[in-house]
């Protein structure tokens, strides 16, 4: 009865199974492809090495190559976490010797309201270097009353400029808009960089020129380390020969068994149905 139901139905059946391992298939490729960094446990920094130079501070970590910045543009980018601050290097070659660099931290939309954000360099609003900040939409920046962090950025005479900032993960500085941030979540990140007027100069590039492609790095969860159990002292008993034992039979997982007898089925239903399809 139940292969006779399958022949009948087997064309719904089959377009249907298709559909549900396209869906499986598009799952599994969104979950592999959500995140660019996984911002893994490392070592701290400590602020006097917040200098705009890349050291032996990132040794611990593998840094991301050729990645895309905004508005042109390939980085080479260094992050992670110490469970206290998060950490990040950005390294690229500009077009001028005088440019601004900007982070935004939280949201994939480019300078949307009340967003977090750092910037470096520029000329009026962070002359030394850093200044915590906040969007509050297209083209609005604000400072933050309460400077949390510390950031640097260097710019070598080849152009080659390089940005360091360390920010506490939880800074409860809501009115700075400032991300709490959370193992195993995901967060937006937008590098962006302007040389051509606004607060730098010197060069042809326009933070406008083209529409930012946001990066999501994704905060991985630290094990729990389980605690070593303590041992009690003892008396070590003499033990007395006993017959070797048989292993105990192990038994496969019944939905493994489950799994295997619908293949069984469905595989017999489908050869029946063609066989009588050929006839």
């Known amino acids: ?29 969104f979950v592999s492809a959500q995140s660019d960094f996984t911002v893994s446990k490392g070592n701290t920094i400590n602020d006097s090495n917040i200098d705009g130079i890349i050291g032996e501070e990132w ?18 980018i260094w992050i992670k976490h110490d469970q206290t601050h998060l950490f990040i290097a950005v390294q690229f070659e500009a077009d001028s010797n005088n440019p601004w660099v900007a982070l935004q931290l939280g949201d994939p939309n480019c300078m949307t ?4 954000g750092a910037l470096f360099g520029h000329d009026d609003l962070s002359p030394n270097g850093y200044q915590d900040i906040s969007f509050s939409g297209f083209g609005i920046i604000s400072s933050d009353l309460s400077q949390d ?25 809501n009115d700075g808009r400032d991300i709490q941030w959370s193992e195993d979540n995901n967060y ?6 302007d040389s051509n007027g606004g607060g ?8 406008t020129a083209n529409s930012p492609n946001p990066k999501i790095i994704y905060i991985e969860p630290q094990a729990t380390p389980s605690p070593t159990p303590t041992l009690s002292p003892s ?14 039979p192990t038994f496969p997982d019944p939905l493994v068994i489950l799994a295997i007898i619908a293949v069984v089925v469905i595989g017999s239903a489908i050869l029946i149905y063609f066989k009588k399809k050929a006839k």
């Open 1 to 29: 009865m139940i292969i006779k139901s399958l022949q009948k139905s087997l064309p719904s059946f089959a377009i249907i199974l298709l559909l549900i391992l396209s869906m499986l298939l598009i799952s599994i490729t």
């Open 59 to 76: 040794d611990d970590v593998s840094s991301y190559n050729n990645i895309e910045i905004s508005p042109q543009g390939n980085a080479q």
């Open 113 to 116: 309201s009340n967003i977090d």
């Open 149 to 173: 962090g510390n950031g640097a950025i260097d710019i070598s005479t080849s152009n080659t400029v390089t940005i360091e900032l360390k920010k506490p993960l939880n800074t409860q500085d």
């Open 188 to 193: 937006a990140l937008i590098i962006m960089w």
């Open 200 to 207: 730098s100069s010197s060069g042809s590039t326009g933070h």
């Open 235 to 248: 008396v070590t008993p003499t033990l007395s020969p006993s017959p070797t034992s048989s292993p105990s």
